[in-house]
C-alpha cells in the first residue's frame, strides 16, 4: 500500500544541511557540532533516504490555528522571546502543513477518533478509540510495532489513559472506559507519564486490581511524584503524578507545592526521550499538551496561553536533545480546534486591543480553579462569585455579569444568545473577553484543520494537506 509521498533523495539531504543551519541559528546546537555536523551531511549526498529511528509525535490537543499567534504574542509579552513552534514554521527545512481532523461520523472530530485515525489509519466514530463503525477492534500502531522490537512513550499532562495516548495504544468502544484503558498499556507501552493514578490502584478500581503493582511486577519502576520521577533509573517507567489530570500550568506555576511534586510537561518529555535516545531500539513517543483543549473548552485564554507555552517549550526540548541525532523525526500538530479563540479590534481604530491582550498576564488562575473555589462556598452570591473573579483573574465584574453568572450558576433559566455558551465557563469567557479582548466561537471543538510541522529525516511525509488518518501509515513505513 502505497501511503506516502515518493521522497527525492536530494531533498532530503538538502533538508539535513538546512535543518543544521537552522538548528544552530536557533542556538540548539554549538558551533562545532555545526561544523562537524554540516560535513557529515555532504557526505550524506551519497547516501540514500535518511533511515528514521525514532519519532517524537508532539500534539497540542484542542489547539485552534489562531493559538499559534496567540501564544507568540503572550510570549513576546510575558518572556520576551519568540515562540519555538513560531521559529519552526520560519525555518526553510521543517515542513508546514495543515491536517485534516475529520472523523468517521462528524466533519468536528473528538480526541478519541483523531487519535485512532493517527494510530490505526483508520476514522472511527467520535467516542470510540481503534474500533470501526462496525464494532471491529483495530490493532493500534504500539501493539503493530512492538512486534517489531520498537519501544513506544506516552507523555501527557491528562490521565494517562485519556483518549490522545489511548489512540496510539488501546482498543475500546468508549473513551470513557479508561479502567479498561490502563492494563492495555502492560508490557505495550514502556514509559507512561502523566496523570491517572486511580487507573493504577488496586483501591480505586473497581475490580481492586492491583494494576500499579503488575506493572512493577513486570520490569516497570513505578513513581508518583516529581522527585522520584527525576530520581528513577528504570528504562521502564509508569508515572503518574494526579489521581485525574496534572494541574494546568498557569495553576502549578502559582503553587509552590503543586510545582514541588507534579513535573511540568518538559521534565517528563526528557524523561522519556533521554531513556529512547539513550538506546538503539526504533521508538515512538507521543507527547501531549493535553490541557490545552480543556481551557478552550473552559473559554479560559490565561490557562490556555500557560498550557500552550508548556508545550511550546517541550517542543524546544525536544528539538535540542534530538539536534545531534540525524535519525530522529520530531513531528508538531494539534488533533482538532476548539472554540477557535482571538484577539478582537477593541476600541477606536483598535488602539485598545494590545491593552486588553495584556491583561491576561493578570490572570493568576485557570477558570477550573475559580469555579471550584465557587464550589467550596455554599451560599455564595454575586459578591462572593466577584471576588474571585477579582482575586484570580484581576479584573471586576459588572453587577449585572455577577447576577448572571449566579443564575446560571443556580441552573435558573437565562436567556443565552447562543446555546454554547449556556453554562458557567462559556459566560464567564465572555466576560472575561471584555478585559482581554479575546472572542470565542463556542465552547466546543471545531471542524478547522490543524497546524502541522516536521523536521528532520523524511520530514517531507508532513508537508501540504494530511489527512488524519493517513500518519498511521507514514509511521509504519519509517518504524514498522
Ligand atoms: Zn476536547
Do not use: C
Request: no cysteine; aromatic share 6%.
Amino acid at each position: 500500500m502505497a501511503y506516502g509521498l515518493t521522497m527525492k533523495m536530494k531533498e532530503f539531504n538538502t533538508s539535513s544541511i538546512d535543518r543544521r543551519s537552522w538548528l544552530k541559528s536557533a542556538g540548539l546546537v554549538s558551533a562545532a557540532s555545526f561544523l562537524s555536523g554540516a560535513h557529515a551531511a555532504a557526505e550524506e549526498k551519497m547516501t540514500p533516504a535518511k533511515k528514521v529511528r525514532g519519532v517524537v509525535f508532539m500534539v497540542s490537543d484542542g489547539m485552534s490555528p489562531g493559538v499559534l499567534s496567540l501564544a507568540e504574542a503572550y510570549s513576546q509579552l510575558t518572556r520576551q522571546r519568540s515562540t519555538q513552534w513560531w521559529q519552526m514554521l520560519n525555518n526553510p527545512s521543517a515542513t508546514r502543513g495543515l491536517m485534516d481532523t475529520a472523523s468517521a461520523n462528524s466533519l468536528v472530530t473528538d480526541s478519541a477518533a483523531a487519535s485512532s485515525a493517527w494510530g490505526s489509519g483508520q476514522r472511527v466514530n467520535n467516542g470510540s478509540i481503534n474500533v470501526n463503525p462496525d464494532g471491529k477492534e483495530i490493532t493500534p500502531i504500539a501493539a503493530l510495532l512492538r512486534k517489531k522490537n520498537a519501544v513506544i512513550g506516552l507523555v501527557t499532562t491528562a490521565t494517562v489513559t485519556h483518549a490522545t495516548p489511548a489512540g496510539f495504544a488501546a482498543s475500546i468502544a468508549s473513551r470513557s472506559d479508561e479502567r479498561l484503558i490502563a492494563p492495555q498499556y502492560l508490557d505495550r507501552v514502556d514509559i507512561i507519564l502523566g496523570g491517572g493514578s486511580g487507573f493504577f490502584d488496586a483501591k480505586q478500581r473497581s475490580d481492586q486490581r492491583d494494576l500499579a503493582g503488575d506493572f512493577k511486577k513486570s520490569g516497570y519502576e513505578v513513581v508518583s511524584d516529581r522527585d522520584q520521577l527525576l530520581a528513577a533509573k528504570g528504562a521502564k517507567l509508569l508515572g503518574t503524578f494526579a489521581k485525574g489530570h496534572l494541574p494546568f500550568s498557569l495553576d502549578r506555576d502559582h503553587d509552590a507545592s503543586l510545582a514541588a511534586s507534579v513535573p511540568s510537561l518538559v521534565e517528563m518529555t526528557q524523561a522519556a526521550l533521554g531513556r529512547f535516545l539513550a538506546g538503539d531500539k526504533p521508538f515512538l513517543l507521543q507527547v501531549e499538551g493535553a490541557r490545552i483543549d480543556h481551557a478552550a473548552h473552559l473559554n479560559d485564554i490565561g490557562a490556555l496561553l500557560g498550557d500552550q507555552i508548556a508545550f511550546d517549550d517541550a517542543v524546544a526540548a525536544v528539538l535540542t536533545m534530538t539536534a545531534k541525532h540525524e535519525d530522529i523525526l520530531v513531528v508538531v500538530t494539534s488533533d482538532h480546534g476548539n472554540s477557535n479563540p482571538g484577539l478582537n479590534g477593541m476600541g477606536d481604530g483598535y488602539s485598545e486591543s494590545n491593552q486588553h491582550f495584556r491583561n491576561i498576564a493578570r490572570f493568576k488562575a485557570s477558570h477550573e480553579r475559580v469555579f471550584g473555589e465557587w464550589n467550596a462556598k455554599p451560599n455564595g452570591d454575586a459578591g462572593t462569585i466577584s471576588a474571585l473573579v477579582a482575586k484570580h483573574l484581576g479584573f471586576d465584574l459588572k453587577k449585572s455579569e455577577a447576577e448572571a453568572l449566579i443564575a446560571i450558576l443556580h441552573k435558573e433559566n437565562v436567556v443565552e444568545w447562543n446555546h454554547q455558551l449556556e453554562k458557567p465557563e462559556g459566560l464567564l469567557g465572555q466576560f472575561a473577553g471584555n478585559h482581554t479582548g479575546i472572542g470565542w466561537t463556542g465552547t466546543t471543538h471545531t471542524s478547522d484543520p490543524t497546524l502541522l510541522s516536521a523536521i528532520g529525516p523524511q520530514s517531507s511525509r508532513f508537508s501540504g494537506i494530511i489527512r488524519n488518518s493517513d500518519v498511521f501509515g507514514h509511521l509504519m513505513e519509517m518504524l514498522g
